[in-house]
């Protein structure tokens, strides 16, 4: 035989980025290399596994098939990077210890939905394991909620004070175990356990069969997950829905269910294949999909529910202990304050709320709420980005600059930006209250110890609002400091997503509150442009007086105040008298113009007909009166828009109104007429497209910000879109188009400002 030698013995070097540490990445490459006969050597870097193989060149191609084909479940790889080297003759293959030398980074995985095979043990008598809370393997489990520091490794963990006992430790160095380096793993013997607190006394016999039954006699249980606490109590069992609303001090927001299986959840509410893929995917989030029945006190005047599967191994124990099949499983928090995480402050804070508390030994290093996606017209999108998500890098920007954007002050997020690596944290909450407070500088400082980042170096990305609490953070630190105005950002989180830095698109931030560049209330702007030159403001809804501002979100009937304002009393009569006392001391401010502040929200215009058409109560949470007015235009089949129309780049709202409140007075439908609002606002985006994409010459049109979290108003655009292939559309997929994604969209508008290296 006299084949080519040179081809025979090879030496590659490879590196593979993204999230795979701590998900089985090294005991796979370890399997695969025995199995292949090649040797060499695997290893954690800080960006990523890098590993050496020699051997046969048409084994190293079959690996590197492998490493494409079926990596392991948890696995997201980014990029593999391969590189010829010299063999240096090894033996066999080992996996060597994690290498610091850089700064980190690798990717943090984030927190994963129990594993089928972990499941099937959960509840095999015979297994060592049995109804164990606490069961996890390289391919499921926490991940984000328990790391300490970089690299992922057990002492880095929360789990660092449970010693392995000799079962375990065996598992865990064993390259071809299921546990082998899972972080987590632990047993009945060796690891933390659950516990029951009910009225002072503890219980550790069967907590959580007790649990269980607590729930069927409709109690409040405080339940420890994997991100923080939940407050837990039958969904059928009106009376516990009420009472935990009523402690809670949650008005009407709807509640997020957790259901025993995916049958139940079939039964409650109707799943698109793409609602089941999000329902049953491993970061399960809440799934919002229609209802197909009302639970009382659960999501009152809403179409949909959000409902989750169980994730945490103790949620199928609870289940298993014969809980109700559809439970109540919300936040363990009062109001809108960020969810409770550490043991003390939950029992501190709960001590009204909840009859029992279920409390787990492990920590939980670091708050992560519930996810929250849902199926639209245009794909699947996210509503809230936390747990199962996070702190997945979503994106690359082409800068070497260090950059953390600080997202808006409601549902807030940041991003960090490390060599050009996009990663943007987990939903924080609203900065009005302390304790998101206190979460979003934890959250800072946690990124940055964990990136390795120098706060000295960096450049802070910030809304434009002067009164913001994360602008004041900002200005108070030594760094560069860069303004993005807020629907810019809106826009640019699209753009960011995508990695479509040099597209020129008309994009549509229609939303609720952002500070405008002339100190305005915006929130229905249209931009031209693109990341690397700049976003300009070319159209808008025609400016209307707003009453007492910002505070104006919370009573509907003053943004009707400010849009009416121009109609005379004659025009508004009876409809005055219906929307009540303070729109009418909000009429005479908006026509005096004092106290009142120009806007050019589409938020505020759907909350002006909003109260027009009923909704004359004080809004209990953001965007309420929004979501009600959505919930009534799905009870109409399709009508035909109002006139709204677009001139001199302005969208004119007065025919509207004057048609809506005339159909108000003459009787028809309010169903009918919120249905007809949607169509016009969908049909104004289209005119607007086409008539300015002939203009600009651009072909792509971004839609962006909290109104387009109407998914009716979705369905309303597509269809006027449908057939029209000259243009695209693009909506957020990664982070939300509310105000959670603004945090992305900084980051890129400020990686493309002066203030930054470029790469
Ligand atoms: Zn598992
Ligand atoms: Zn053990
Ligand atoms: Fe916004």
């Not at 405080?222 to 009523?246: F, P, S, T």
């Not at 953070?473 to 995508?498: D, F, M, W």
């Not at 387009?708 to 029209?724: H, P, T, V, Y």
């Given at each position: 035989m006299s084949s080519d030698v040179q081809t025979k013995r090879q030496a590659v070097r490879i590196r593979v980025r993204g999230v795979v540490q701590g998900?089985?990445?090294?005991?796979?490459?370890?399997?695969?290399?025995?199995?292949?006969?090649?040797?060499?050597?695997?290893l954690n870097g800080e960006q990523g596994v890098e590993i050496h193989l020699e051997?046969?060149?048409?084994?190293?191609?079959?690996f590197l098939s492998a490493l494409e084909t079926h990596p392991p479940a948890a696995a997201r790889i980014a990029a593999v990077e391969t590189e010829r080297v010299r063999p240096c003759g090894y033996a066999g293959f080992e996996i060597r210890n994690s290498e610091k030398r850089d700064?980190?980074?690798?990717?943090?995985?984030?927190?994963?939905?129990?594993?089928?095979?972990?499941?099937?043990?959960?509840?095999?008598?015979?297994?060592?394991?049995?109804?164990?809370?606490?069961?996890?393997?390289?391919?499921c489990g926490p991940r984000y909620s328990i790391t300490l520091g970089l690299p992922y490794d057990r002492p880095q963990t929360t789990m660092g004070a449970w010693p392995l006992c000799d079962d375990c430790a065996r598992e865990y160095h064993d390259p071809f175990d299921r546990r082998f380096h899972a972080q987590p793993v632990a047993c009945p013997r060796c690891?933390?356990?659950?516990?029951?607190?009910?009225?002072?006394?503890?219980?550790?016999?069967?907590?959580?069969?007790?649990?269980?039954?607590?729930?069927?006699?409709?109690?409040?249980?405080?339940?420890?997950?994997?991100?923080?606490?939940?407050?837990?109590?039958?969904?059928?069992?009106?009376?516990?829905?009420?009472?935990?609303?009523?402690?809670?001090?949650?008005?009407?927001?709807?509640?997020?269910?957790?259901?025993?299986?995916?049958?139940?959840?079939?039964?409650?509410?109707?799943?698109?294949?793409?609602?089941e893929r999000l329902l049953s995917s491993v970061a399960r989030p809440i799934v919002l999909c229609p209802a197909r029945q009302t639970i009382e006190g659960v999501a009152p005047e809403n179409r949909d529910l959000g409902i989750m599967l169980p994730y945490a191994p103790l949620h199928h124990l609870l289940f298993a202990a014969d809980a109700p099949p559809v439970l109540v499983m919300t936040s363990a928090n009062r109001s809108s304050e960020p969810i409770a995480y550490?043991?003390?402050?939950?029992?501190?804070?709960?001590?009204?709320?909840?009859?029992?508390?279920?409390?787990?030994?492990?920590?939980?290093?670091?708050?992560?709420d519930d996810s929250i996606a849902r199926d639209t017209v245009f794909g699947p999108q996210l509503l809230r980005r936390a747990r199962g998500y996070a702190p997945c890098v979503v994106t690359t920007l082409p800068t070497s600059q260090p950059i953390l954007a600080l997202g808006a002050d409601l549902k807030n997020s940041v991003a960090l930006v490390v060599r050009g690596q996009v990663i943007v944290s987990q939903h924080i909450g609203d900065l009005d209250h302390f304790a998101a407070r206190r979460a979003f500088e934890e959250t800072i400082r946690d990124l940055c110890a964990l990136y390795e980042v120098d706060e000295r170096e960096l450049v802070i990305a910030h809304d434009a609002h002067?009164?913001?609490?994360?602008?004041?953070?900002?200005?108070?630190?030594?760094?560069?400091?860069?303004?993005?105005?807020?629907?810019?950002?809106?826009?640019?989180?699209?753009?960011?997503?995508?990695?479509?830095?040099?597209a020129r698109v008309i994009g549509f931030a229609f939303d609720g509150t952002g500070y405008g560049d002339d100190g305005a209330i915006w929130g229905g702007e249209i931009f031209v442009g693109s990341l690397c030159d700049g976003l300009k403001r070319v159209a808008h809804l025609r400016s209307a007086s707003l009453p007492g501002g910002d505070a104006a979100a919370h009573w509907p009937t003053q943004a009707a105040a400010g849009f009416l304002a121009a109609f005379d009393d004659a025009r508004l009569s009876p409809l005055g008298d219906q929307l009540g006392r303070r729109f009418g001391l909000a009429l005479s401010l908006a026509r005096k113009n004092v106290r009142s502040f120009p806007t050019t929200?589409?938020?505020r215009l759907f909350d002006a007909v909003a109260a027009v058409l009923g909704f004359v109560r004080e809004a209990s949470f953001e965007a309420q009166a929004a979501m009600w007015l959505e919930y009534l235009a799905r009870q109409s089949p399709p009508v035909q828009p109002y006139p709204f129309p677009f001139t001199d780049a302005e969208l004119d709202h007065r025919p509207l109104l004057a048609n809506v409140i005339a159909d108000r007075q003459r009787g028809r439908p309010v169903q009918e007429i919120a249905r007809a609002f949607h169509a016009s606002i969908a049909q104004a985006v289209a005119e607007v497209s086409f008539t300015l994409a002939p203009?600009?010459?651009?072909?792509?049109?971004?839609?962006?910000?909290?109104?387009?979290?109407?998914?009716?108003?979705?369905?309303?655009?597509?269809?006027?879109?449908?057939?029209?292939?000259?243009?695209?559309?693009?909506?957020?997929?990664?982070?939300?188009?509310?105000?959670?994604?603004?945090?992305?969209?900084?980051?890129?508008l400020a990686a493309f400002s002066r203030h930054t290296k470029k790469l």
């Open positions: 998900v089985g990445f090294r005991p796979f490459v370890y399997r695969e290399a025995a199995r292949l006969g090649l040797s060499g050597w695997v051997g046969d060149a048409s084994r190293i191609e079959l700064h980190p980074t690798v990717r943090i995985s984030p927190d994963l939905a129990i594993c089928a095979a972990c499941l099937r043990e959960l509840f095999d008598p015979r297994d060592r394991r049995y109804l164990y809370p606490y069961i996890n393997c390289t391919d690891g933390p356990r659950y516990k029951l607190l009910i009225g002072g006394e503890l219980v550790e016999r069967e907590p959580i069969a007790l649990a269980a039954r607590l729930l069927r006699e409709g109690r409040i249980v405080a339940v420890k997950g994997i991100g923080g606490y939940h407050l837990a109590c039958d969904a059928m069992n009106a009376a516990a829905v009420w009472a935990l609303r009523e402690r809670k001090f949650r008005k009407e927001k709807p509640f997020a269910l957790m259901v025993r299986d995916p049958d139940t959840a079939r039964r409650l509410a109707e799943l698109s294949d793409e609602a550490d043991d003390e402050d939950a029992l501190a804070r709960l001590a009204g709320v909840a009859d029992a508390f279920l409390i787990g030994e492990r920590p939980i290093a670091r708050r992560v002067p009164q913001y609490v994360s602008t004041d953070y900002a200005l108070h630190r030594a760094s560069i400091s860069v303004p993005v105005q807020h629907h810019r950002a809106h826009i640019a989180s699209v753009l960011a997503e995508r990695e479509a830095w040099e929200s589409i938020g203009r600009f010459d651009v072909d792509t049109v971004v839609l962006s910000g909290g109104v387009f979290q109407n998914s009716l108003l979705l369905e309303e655009i597509a269809a006027r879109f449908d057939g029209r292939a000259e243009l695209k559309i693009w909506c957020n997929r990664q982070v939300p188009p509310n105000d959670g994604g603004t945090s992305l969209g900084q980051a890129a």
